[in-house]
């Protein structure tokens, strides 16, 4: 005769299965939210917290601009109830997918219209250059450091049209929020109050962070700053650095001869350079061009891939960013 288990042996598997239930209910009926990178994350967790499940497709170390989708992520994609991206000038990978029939509809291109803060942020986000642009100091210095911009245009040409990399720009970033804040309320089971209070909370953060940030960077405005590509425009314009050199306005782009020969060039004539390295990319350009020249190296990575994807983890961003600049400084480099 077989032996039942006893009721009391059976009471703890049941309770599991009980808890298990409830917490995959949870799961489901919680906003599925997907970023397609890292930083967006960090924005979407800022006015939502934990209101919304949020998956990022782009993951630390890969670039979005030679990324491709996997079939989990295509599935990922599928089932979620908002998408938030850049645009087409960045994501490249994801346009046909988010302006198709099928995902339109629950996507949101971030990318704004008018892309132009060179100030600080303000609480009616408004930002006028002739109050808060670059003053006369700084002109002078650009000019008396022979500072040639690598683009005649404003807006830093990523290859062509706009600069995509806008969430580096606290002003902009700002604003992508607000985008994704009046989007999250619109989902079934989110708390409307609770977003516009995150919201409230992250803009005040964001505005005092962005102040100290402005603050310690005032003695890097001496720096002549060389970047592997074309990312950090916006971040550089907003606080009132110099990027003297850009080895290539696209990593899809294999920098020419003649090009090479110009970035070299600056880096001879710059008074004070750095190199600023990205983890995505190595600097095997970079060593062929320094040759037996000794110069700081920082790093500084614009998809935060080592940033906790918290709610404060787009102020923490800011100031890795700053810090990277800071890091050149002549007396972080003796």
Known sequence: MLALPSLRSAVPAIIVLLLWSCLASASADTPQVVTSLKPVELLVRAVA????????LVPAGSSPHTYQLRPSERRQLAAADRVFWVGPGMETFLTRLLTGPDLQDRSVALAPEEQNTQGQIHDEHE??????????????HHESHGHEQAHDHHGHSHGEGEDPHIWLDPALALTM????AGHLKE??????GAIDRNLASFTHDLQAREASIREQLAPARELDLFTYHDAFGRFAEHYGLAIAGVLTLSPERTPGARHLAEVQNRLNRAEQACLMIEPQ????????LMGDVELPISVWDPLASDIPATPQGYLDF????????LNCLPEKTE
């Open 49 to 56: 917290h934990d209101q919304v499940e949020v998956t990022t």
């Open 127 to 140: 930002h006028h250059d002739e109050e808060h642009g670059h003053g006369d100091a700084e002109s002078e």
């Open 177 to 180: 929020a607000e985008t994704i």
């Open 187 to 192: 989902l079934d089971g989110v708390d409307a």
């Open 281 to 288: 990319f190595d600097r095997q350009w970079w060593q062929s």
């Open 318 to 325: 800011q100031q890795s960013m700053a810090a990277a600049v």
